[in-house]
């Protein structure tokens, strides 16, 4: 499974960001996928997940009510919306996906993408 992230950058806090994960080497609707983010020093951390269906999520408690993840089976394309950010957002950004994980716990993964750069000025 291969997996390149786009969408990273650079944007003020307050702004938005629109991350984009696309699966290739395999059927993304027998997934489910992850976003994490690692911050310098700190370790990685699971910022939202979603179900291989789309139909459950789950978010980290620090972006509840400003990310959302959605995905788009047909286009084998996974997103994470982020509003409102703030520069405590400021990361590495990862997809992964995962064919057999229950969303809460997901925190390891075989395929992982090669990571996107958001920094959020304050």
């Known amino acids: 499974v291969q997996l390149v992230e786009s969408g990273g950058g650079l944007v003020q806090a307050g702004g938005s960001l629109r991350l984009a994960c696309a699966v290739s080497g395999r059927t993304f609707s027998n997934y489910a996928m992850g976003w994490f983010r690692q911050a310098p020093g700190k370790e990685r951390e699971i910022v939202a997940a979603i179900s291989a269906s789309g139909i459950t999520t789950y978010y980290a408690d620090s972006v509840k009510g400003r990310f959302t993840i959605s995905r788009d089976n047909a286009k084998n394309t996974g997103y994470l919306q982020m509003n409102s950010l703030k520069s405590e957002d400021t990361a590495v950004y990862y997809c992964?996906?995962?064919?057999?994980?229950?969303?809460?716990?997901?925190?390891?993964?075989?395929?992982w993408g090669q990571g996107t750069q958001v920094t959020v000025s304050s």
């Open positions: 992964a996906v995962h064919s057999r994980v229950v969303l809460q716990k997901f925190r390891e993964s075989d395929y």
